[in-house]
């Protein structure tokens, strides 16, 4: 089992859900929306994820966050 936090695991469940049902990644603006943070506390959860390995993103490229986990390994969504 992936070694990830409550919280963590609940940005990973978002990212993996949101792509599936819009077609593209979310922005952190859209994480930000959901778990009513601020900007500074969702970018370092992004960076977090990435140096941890559970995600991968394209440096300078909006909305290309991507779990690196299979889905059977994600939490439900809250």
Same mark, same amino acid.
């Given at each position: ?21 819009? +077609?593209?990644?979310?922005? &952190?603006?859209?994480?930000? #929306?959901?778990? =009513? !943070?601020?900007? @500074? ?11 941890? +390995?559970?995600?991968?993103? &394209?440096?300078?490229?909006? #909305?290309?966050? =991507? !779990?690196?986990? @299979? ?8």
């Amino acid at each position: 089992m992936p070694e990830y936090t409550k919280k963590q695991g609940q940005y990973l469940a978002f990212i993996y859900n949101y792509t599936k049902i819009n +077609g593209r990644p979310p922005a &952190e603006a859209d994480m930000q #929306r959901y778990f =009513r !943070v601020s900007p @500074p506390t969702v970018h370092q959860m992004v960076l977090t994820l990435e140096k941890r +390995g559970f995600i991968t993103r &394209e440096p300078g490229k909006a #909305r290309s966050i =991507r !779990v690196l986990l @299979p889905p059977e390994e994600l939490p439900y969504l809250e």
